[in-house]
């Protein structure tokens, strides 16, 4: 019987990955890997299955083994965890398939970065072209790319095999309604993903997955995985009433969420549908309070004729409130035609948006946004796909340190230290928020021991007085809310140690601009000297050194979460500081050895000596590097080594000297 692996790769930490806020519930990961449960569930019976999400488990050597194939699945931001996958995979030989997101859009990248091979790609859906890869490789005769012939019809898609995880390792559950999206925003691959026209699942189909998840025991949060849930308004409105009687039926057992357009607003019915459904919560792509941004980046669906876009974005955000569903919504720094954010700042507190993510535009590849900016000579990089990484992949209309400082400045004010803001905008939600009865609220273990952290964690921190304050005002004048005040200052834990880290990662890499500039001065300095005779090369070897255990401590007080942002960053300041301070070292070795050199006589011993102190010097340096960036450097030190004793063979011939190996 054949084994199949699926394997999802590790997500860095993100505003939306929530895993700070899930630590208080004892959770490991937001949302378990839906596409991979639905290509499981088009395998025959002859198969055994396995899941691992890196998310939640670790992804072990015997796993690997036990395969027969390994399956995974992949957005732009989980590459580097892909490709040690695929490492993996090939060093014990099993094929690897790879599809979703980042594979469809981004092969070429894999095929020149990955240290290592892909065996067989899907490129887009794979529900009309997963039959013809499995009878192909059980043939021996898979093909290297396997490519969706249309957009499929997903009334064909099997129901998910929830049962390969272990439900209650999330923090919320998953389903998917439709695919595709009728607007085209610039910035966005949806479209070029999953198209234009809206496909939906049938009532039965959708029904049959909610009683999956039911009869495995989920109770709990449930997002419906669409990019645009009203897309296909009809068909929405189909589902939503027995959607309704189901959950009426089970006392609401599930609390809904979904992603939406903000042109729900304009479809009263559909709004008191979903709420009466049990959706609680929506998030928006809201992007800009100002106009002429939405205009530029085609989010024509933001504005309206009547009203500027900010007061008509306030006024939906008011009303979806005032139906009894939160809104939560996406923010864009960096789109051309916003010339300022305060603006931002502002529309987010006003209209009260809690869990408010703002992220720097970036350039998805295939993305109108993306050819726009390659036509135009704007483009510099691929995206890493973490809209919470402080970069930019193309030349912005404004200033880009401009803009990076309002991006920072931006996220540093909504989510302070002190959670004040934040605090602020829960309670305007709060007030504004429709209190709509779905049911008993479920009080069990887990949620009196999220709670109990909030207490210990939030009460007694920098953000207490604001915590109790909030916390206050809503027994006082809004009682029925208090589920919904503590899950939101849990998540305002998590937004807060994101864009702390975030900032401080940011300042790390400029911290590290300016140390190395001062080191380039140092050495700058030292090279007269040499030239004279007289050697300076202590004084750079002492700052070197000391310039290393300040950039050691400075990266080991980032939380490890975030380490791997900068690892890049120190691994280049590392070859540069230890590329000058090699060839300051070798500037004043060749002086050296020349001086013996011209001095005549048997200077063979004194020569050894010198050299072997240089040779020890620069070992002693190696010796220091943080275990995590050796590897970048021993190329260029055994490089030296060897200069150094060729050096030696040309002036004054053979000298017995010890090569150290740099383990």
């Not at 939906?316 to 603006?343: N, P």
């Not at 140390?515 to 004279?532: C, H, R, T, Y």
């Not at 450097?633 to 004793?645: A, G, H, N, P, Y």
Request: net charge negative.
């Amino acid at each position: 019987m054949p084994n199949a692996l699926f394997v999802y790769p590790e997500f860095p930490p993100s505003y939306w990955g929530y895993k700070y806020a899930l630590d208080f519930a004892g959770k490991k990961s937001a949302m378990p890997p839906l596409g991979l449960l639905t290509v499981a569930g088009m395998f025959p019976k002859n198969y055994q299955l396995k899941v691992v999400d890196m998310n939640v488990n670790t992804l072990t050597d015997a796993d690997i083994d036990w395969a027969d194939v390994v399956l995974t699945s992949t957005m732009v931001v989980q590459k580097e965890s892909l490709y040690q996958v695929i490492q993996r995979c090939n060093r014990a030989g099993v094929p690897i398939v790879a599809g979703g997101p980042h594979p469809t859009s981004y092969h070429d990248n894999i095929r020149e970065e990955a240290d290592g091979e892909v065996d067989h790609f899907f490129f887009g859906e794979v529900e009309e072209i997963f039959e013809d890869f499995l009878t192909d490789f059980e043939a021996g005769v898979a093909k290297d790319v396997y490519r969706e012939k249309r957009k499929p019809d997903i009334t064909l898609a099997p129901p998910p095999r929830y049962d390969l995880i272990n439900i209650h390792d999330y923090g919320s559950m998953a389903l998917q309604f439709s695919r595709g999206c009728p607007f085209d925003c610039e910035f966005c691959d949806i479209t070029k993903l999953f198209g234009r026209v809206p496909r939906t699942k049938s009532n039965e189909q959708m029904m049959t997955e909610f009683d999956m998840l039911y009869r495995l025991g989920w109770q709990g949060s449930l997002f419906v995985v669409d990019d645009n849930f009203i897309g296909n308004k009809r068909d929405a409105m189909r589902l939503l009433p027995e959607v309704i009687d189901y959950q009426k039926e089970r006392e609401f057992p599930f609390k809904l969420f979904t992603e939406a357009s903000v042109n729900l607003v304009e479809i009263p019915d559909m709004l008191d549908a979903m709420s009466d459904a049990g959706f609680d919560m929506v998030f928006l792509g809201i992007e800009s309070p100002n106009e002429d941004a939405l205009l530029m980046t085609k989010k024509k669906q933001n504005t309206n004729k009547e009203e500027d876009a900010g007061s008509y974005l306030h006024r939906a955000i008011r009303t979806i409130q005032g139906a009894g569903l939160e809104v939560t919504g996406g923010f864009i720094i960096g789109m051309d035609g916003d010339k300022e954010f305060d603006s931002h700042i502002r529309f987010i507190q006003e209209a009260g948006v809690p869990m408010a993510m703002a992220g720097l535009l970036t350039a998805l590849k295939e993305t109108n946004l993306y050819h726009r900016l390659q036509k135009e000579g704007r483009l510099l990089d691929e995206s890493t796909g973490n809209n919470t990484e402080i970069s930019l992949n193309f030349v912005p209309e404004l200033p880009r340190e401009h803009l990076i400082a309002e991006y920072r400045r931006v996220v540093s004010t909504l989510y302070d230290p002190t959670l004040t803001n934040y605090f602020e905008r829960c309670l305007t939600l709060i007030k504004n928020l429709k209190p709509v009865n779905h049911g008993k609220t479920r009080v069990g273990k887990t949620e009196l021991m999220a709670i109990a952290r909030s207490f210990k964690r939030q009460l007694f921190s920098k953000q207490g007085p604001a915590y109790l304050r909030f916390l206050m005002n809503v027994i006082k004048d809004h009682p029925n809310m208090l589920d919904k005040a503590i899950r939101l200052a849990i998540h305002g834990y998590h937004f807060e140690k994101m864009t702390t880290q975030t900032v401080a990662v940011d300042n790390f890499k400029q911290y590290l601009t300016k140390e190395f500039d001062a080191f380039e001065e140092i050495v700058s300095e030292s090279e007269g000297p040499v030239k004279a005779g007289v050697s300076r090369i202590g004084e750079v070897h002492s700052h070197a050194q000391e310039l290393l255990a300040r950039v050691y401590a400075q990266y080991e007080d980032l939380h490890e979460d975030f380490r791997y942002n900068v690892r890049d960053a120190l691994d280049a300041f590392q070859k540069s500081v230890f590329k000058h301070y090699l060839e300051a070292e070798f500037g004043a070795f060749k002086e050296t050895v020349s001086r013996f050199a011209r001095a005549g006589g048997d200077r063979i011993s004194e020569v050894g000596k010198h050299t072997q102190e240089l040779l020890a010097r620069v070992h002693g340096q190696y010796e220091r590097i943080h275990k995590d960036f050796r590897h970048g450097i021993r190329d260029s030190l055994i490089s030296f080594q060897e200069s150094v004793k060729s050096h030696l063979d040309q002036l004054v011939g053979p000298v017995p000297i010890e090569i150290k190996s740099f383990d």
